[in-house]
């Protein structure tokens, strides 16, 4: 009976990996990893370049080296055009590999936004932002290392018994997507914004087989956020995040607390977080997936974030609670050219 139940999670877990060619990666710390987020949050930030990085583990605990595991870096950068907007520009490259048959997906894409004020006031001021990103993609996997459902007898997984061939174990694709944003500005502390995007408009082939016509589904995000500040030295950065790619839905939700550290000579702060994730299971409605704990310390122009996912979903019992970690990092290039216009700290 256990080496049934353990077969059956690793099996889950599998299945969970293979279909990625539908969904896409993500990130817990997703305010810390903007360009992979919305590519119209390219070139929004307060400062006039960015430097992003992002790395998650997940399931470790149970498929040790054989765990998920995401990299990505970004750079974008922001151009004044006229009095108050801005071109942004970027390029981000990112990496997800999981399972024991190595399956990979590597991106390379540039993104574009333009950013116009609509509306300012006495220290404040209100942009739309619109974006596009085109990219490339290659995706593959080792077909001698796959385990197919008829070699396995009385649960016992026998090699002698001839699996199923993959027509392409590697192949190339390309990639574009679209996005709105929109950013308001009220004091050095409180803001807001609000923004969609729709990812794959092409609706790329990503079957491993010749004839499995198997587009990729289009991914619709929204997302909002921003900050509130209730005292000097104290501010509240709420956010949520949905989802909705194919038959599946993700809902990421929470807060952070941040603490003003610095004096009027340097920017400190340090916050701490706690957020929820919720995620479908086909046919059996929405259910808890995840508490994730977070942590970010900024110092001037460089800020460092963790976080880790507590899994709190029926796998809790082979996973022993543990989902994910994250480590993110940025640094930001700033300089003279800042105009008063504050962002969201993404």
Known sequence: MKKFKALFIYTMLMVASYSATAQDIHFSQFYMSPLNLNPAL???MDCNARLTVNYRNQWSSILKSNA???????YDAKIPVGRYDY???GGTLWADKAGSAGFHTYTGKISGSYSKQMASGRGSSHYLSIGAELGGAQ???DGTKLRWGNQYSNGTFNESITGETLDRENFFFMDMAVGLLWFSVLDDNT???IGGAYHHLNQPDVSFFDNGNEPQFTK???HAGGEIGVSRNFVVVPGALVFLQGPLFQLNAGTNIRFLLGDNQSYQSFDLGVWTRLSNRLDDGIHADALILSARFDYNNVGVGLSYDLNISELSAASRGNGAFELSAFYKVCGSERRNVYCPKF
Do not use: E, K, L
């Open 220 to 222: 619709i995000t929204a």
């Open 191 to 193: 803001n807001f914004y």
């Open 87 to 89: 071109f942004g520009v």
């Open 68 to 74: 998920f595991n995401t990299f990505s870096a970004s």
């Open 139 to 141: 995706r593959g996997v």
């Open 42 to 44: 390219t070139g929004v």
